[in-house]
């Protein structure tokens, strides 16, 4: 019974009660239209020919009277068929015909009877007195006329056919009802049924995520139909949530582990500073040291939050339209100088502009990042250190890539390159928090788009991709190469 009332419950069995529902007075107002019309039109049929009847009585009675009406009522009342005739004095007592008796009253009125009347024929008496055997009485329609004479005349026919096709149409559709009805309720309980198991199947997933098993999905029955969507969906949202947390965890252990250095070094100089006699000059560069470690560890939170808003896919950061010609020669503007000092070379030479939707502060940093690991890595190469900047557009996207000809990335490592405090220099000599290319990842997927890495033969290609929304020229880069300073 429980089983049943959650049934009941369904969306699916209401709906599938309200189509019943509907689809049965359709039906049956359908059926009851059809047997109406059916029967008018035999009722008028049986008018025609008890009509046609009448007129060739009226012609046999202009031709030879009284008695040659008798001969041929006599004639046609010996036929088989569904046509009465009856011949009464005017006392209404039966002269001729084919009826033995009829219902009270139907010769007292003139004209077409006013509803249909029960009758018997020749030899169906003692059938009609018979309880069990009613249906020996006969019902029929009839115009009842006068002779001159007085004499009465009956033309009927008998409603059998008509009120056979009625009781058989009625029965038909008793029992198509019936049948829809029985079909519909148990479609209703099957299809009712088989969405409980589905919604319990889901309810029992969304149990055990809830009681901490976070790698477990809703079901997919893989019929794609309203069900399979939102399971696909809500799937979809949980493993969004499970690589936030992940990204969380990973996020909390880096900073268990990296910060815990430059923390530990701030203490150690405080306590340094505090133990003996140390001069005013001693006690300020030591205040200055702990002011410089104070901000890189500012800038690694800043950088840390960053990322996790832009991975969460929230920014409070508006967008707008921004031109990349001029981002591009902002960061080389800012660049040269550190390039100057450590002996790099910085090309980029870039002809038209090139716009898309976007942050201009979010693509300035991540190009900054990557163009300062650029220049950080390639001082000191065996070759003449170089760094290049191009951009580029097609048909679909747009591509900003910086070069240089450092040492490069092994292919094993190029995705762990953007994780945060991933740095490939184990010694750790240069500069950083190894939070630079993972910030410029999430700015990327912030903007619809994707970092690329590939080999420059020798050094590294860092390609951020953007995604063009409308095709758009083809923008010619012309490098052209700055010679460093010695």
Not at 86 to 100: T, W
Request: include cysteine; glycine fraction near 8%.
């Amino acid at each position: 019974m429980t089983r049943l009332l959650s049934i009941l419950n369904t969306t699916a069995a209401r709906l599938s009660a309200l189509y019943l529902i509907l689809f049965a007075v359709c039906a049956t107002f359908l059926v009851i239209y059809m047997t109406s019309l059916s029967a008018r039109m035999l009722v008028g049929q049986t008018h025609e020919a008890i009509n046609e009847e009448v007129r060739g009585l009226d012609r046999a009675y202009r031709r030879g009277g009284l008695p040659f009406l008798v001969r041929v009522i006599e004639s046609r009342a010996r036929q088989p068929g569904a046509n009465l005739y009856l011949l009464a004095d005017a006392n209404g007592r039966i002269l001729s015909g084919n009826v033995e008796s009829l219902q009270p009253g139907v010769l007292d009125v003139m004209g077409w009877t006013e509803r249909p009347f029960t009758y018997s024929r020749f030899g169906e008496g003692e059938a009609r007195l018979d309880p069990r055997a009613r249906e020996a009485e006969h019902k029929a329609m009839a115009v009842v006329f006068r002779l001159p004479n007085q004499i009465i005349v009956m033309v009927g026919r008998d409603l059998g056919e008509p009120e056979k096709f009625r009781s058989v149409m009625q029965r038909a559709l008793v029992v198509t009802l019936a049948i829809m009805c029985a079909g519909a309720l148990l479609i209703w309980y099957f299809v009712g049924r088989r969405a409980l198991k589905r919604i319990d199947r889901v309810s029992e997933a969304s149990r055990s995520i809830m009681g901490g098993d976070l790698n477990r999905r809703l079901p997919v029955s893989g019929a794609g139909d309203e069900f399979d969507r939102l399971s696909d969906n809500l799937n979809k949202m949980l493993d969004r949530i499970a690589a936030l947390n992940e990204g969380l965890r990973e996020v909390s252990d880096n900073i268990a582990h990296d910060l815990k250095t430059p923390l530990t070094r701030l203490r150690n100089r405080a306590e340094a500073a505090l133990a003996g006699k140390q001069k005013t000059a001693d006690y300020r560069a030591a205040l200055e040291r702990t002011i410089a470690e104070s901000d890189q560890l500012i800038r690694t939170f800043n950088a840390i939050l960053m990322i996790s808003r832009l991975e969460a896919g929230y920014s409070a950061e508006a967008t707008s339209t921004i031109d990349l010609r001029a981002i591009l020669a902002d960061v080389v503007e800012l660049y040269e100088p550190l390039a100057e000092e450590q002996g790099v070379a910085l090309e980029a030479e870039i002809d038209g502009a090139v716009t898309l939707q976007g942050n201009r502060e979010l693509i300035g940093q991540a190009l900054s990042n990557i163009v300062d690991n650029a220049i950080k890595y390639s001082a000191g190469s065996g070759e003449t250190p170089a760094v290049q900047v191009s951009l580029e557009t097609a048909a679909s996207e747009i591509r900003l890539t910086v070069r240089d000809n450092g040492p490069g990335v092994p292919d094993a490592d190029r995705r762990r390159v953007t994780e945060r405090f991933v740095r490939l220099e184990e010694s750790r000599t240069q500069p950083g928090s190894g939070l630079g290319l993972s910030l410029a990842k999430a700015v990327m997927t912030f903007h619809g788009g994707r970092l690329e890495f590939a080999d420059n033969e020798p050094g590294l290609a860092v390609t951020m991709v953007f995604p063009a929304e409308a095709p758009k020229r083809k923008v010619e880069t012309v490098f052209r190469k700055r010679e460093a300073s010695d």
